[in-house]
């Protein structure tokens, strides 16, 4: 079976009813990414960060995968097909994709707020699946008594699935790059790591307008526009 890979951003959500915030003026749901996005926003007023994921949370679990997630779960049955995502939702996931790899983590799972370099060199960080959207900054803390915080990647913060996100672009034979401007480093350099002869594709309302090498085919449509017309493409492939 051909190895297809599948590079989401925001953009993917975009039809579930999930914004993007480089749409809205660099603004996610009113807020200004500084505040409620970094390691500073934490250090500085926890409890908002804390109230603005809880809401992120609350808006994914009553999200419903849209047709563009369905499309890509239902190429399994032709392809090896591992998503790449670098979105926080699990929308991927409950379209039915069995192998998603989350750049920036995954908001329904948390983990310690004590600081990575506090952690022992051997101990790997731990993640707490959440029940339910809220998470409390005096109730729920991890077993050394932190709080627990959202199992998100914030700007500044490293991105350790990278690595492995790299072998996968390397290992290509489809590359199908979804709803993301190529904004966000070090993840946006993937679209560069694909084979020579890797079939790839680009779909995002603004294709036209933003920097993709010359090896992609540039799709100006939403995601589930996109992923209809990549459908009719790979079964005429196949035909
Ligand atoms: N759903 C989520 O989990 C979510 C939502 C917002 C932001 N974020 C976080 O913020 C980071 C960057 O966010 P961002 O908003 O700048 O994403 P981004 O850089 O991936 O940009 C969004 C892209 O989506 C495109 N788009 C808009 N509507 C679309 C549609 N219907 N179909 C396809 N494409 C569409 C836009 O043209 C734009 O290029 C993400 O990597 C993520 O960590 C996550």
């Given at each position: 079976m051909k190895k297809l890979v599948v590079f989401s951003g925001a953009g993917m959500s975009a039809e579930s009813g999930i914004n993007t915030f480089r749409d809205s003026d660099g603004l996610w749901e009113n807020y200004r990414i500084e505040d409620v996005a970094t390691p500073e926003a934490w250090a500085k007023n926890p409890k908002l960060v804390q109230q603005f994921y809880n809401q992120r949370r609350k808006q994914i679990i009553e999200a419903k995968p849209n047709s563009a997630h369905l499309a890509i779960a239902e190429l399994e049955k032709d392809f090896q097909v591992r998503v790449i995502t670098q979105?926080?939702?699990d929308l991927h996931e409950r379209a039915g994709s069995q192998n998603v790899l989350h750049l920036h983590g995954n908001i329904r799972l948390a983990k310690s707020s004590?600081?990575?370099?506090?952690?022992?060199?051997?101990q790997e960080e731990s993640y707490y699946p959440i029940e339910g959207w809220e998470l409390d900054l005096e109730r729920d803390l991890c077993p050394q008594g932190y709080p627990l915080r959202p199992h998100v990647v914030w700007f500044?913060?490293?991105?350790?699935a990278y690595e492995q996100a790299i072998h996968m672009a390397n290992d290509a034979d489809i590359f199908i790059v979804i709803?993301?401007?190529?904004?966000?480093y070090p993840v946006a350099?993937?679209?560069?790591?694909?084979?020579?002869h890797c079939r790839a594709f680009y779909i995002d309302p603004k294709a036209d307008h933003q920097q993709i090498p010359s090896q992609y085919e540039r799709i100006t449509m939403t995601a589930s526009e996109g992923m209809q017309y990549i459908q009719d493409v790979l079964q005429n492939d196949n035909d």
């Amino acid at each position: 079976m051909k190895k297809l890979v599948v590079f989401s951003g925001a953009g993917m959500s975009a039809e579930s009813g999930i914004n993007t915030f480089r749409d809205s003026d660099g603004l996610w749901e009113n807020y200004r990414i500084e505040d409620v996005a970094t390691p500073e926003a934490w250090a500085k007023n926890p409890k908002l960060v804390q109230q603005f994921y809880n809401q992120r949370r609350k808006q994914i679990i009553e999200a419903k995968p849209n047709s563009a997630h369905l499309a890509i779960a239902e190429l399994e049955k032709d392809f090896q097909v591992r998503v790449i995502t670098q979105n926080i939702d699990d929308l991927h996931e409950r379209a039915g994709s069995q192998n998603v790899l989350h750049l920036h983590g995954n908001i329904r799972l948390a983990k310690s707020s004590q600081k990575l370099s506090k952690l022992s060199l051997n101990q790997e960080e731990s993640y707490y699946p959440i029940e339910g959207w809220e998470l409390d900054l005096e109730r729920d803390l991890c077993p050394q008594g932190y709080p627990l915080r959202p199992h998100v990647v914030w700007f500044g913060e490293a991105v350790p699935a990278y690595e492995q996100a790299i072998h996968m672009a390397n290992d290509a034979d489809i590359f199908i790059v979804i709803g993301t401007s190529l904004a966000v480093y070090p993840v946006a350099a993937l679209v560069h790591e694909i084979p020579t002869h890797c079939r790839a594709f680009y779909i995002d309302p603004k294709a036209d307008h933003q920097q993709i090498p010359s090896q992609y085919e540039r799709i100006t449509m939403t995601a589930s526009e996109g992923m209809q017309y990549i459908q009719d493409v790979l079964q005429n492939d196949n035909d």
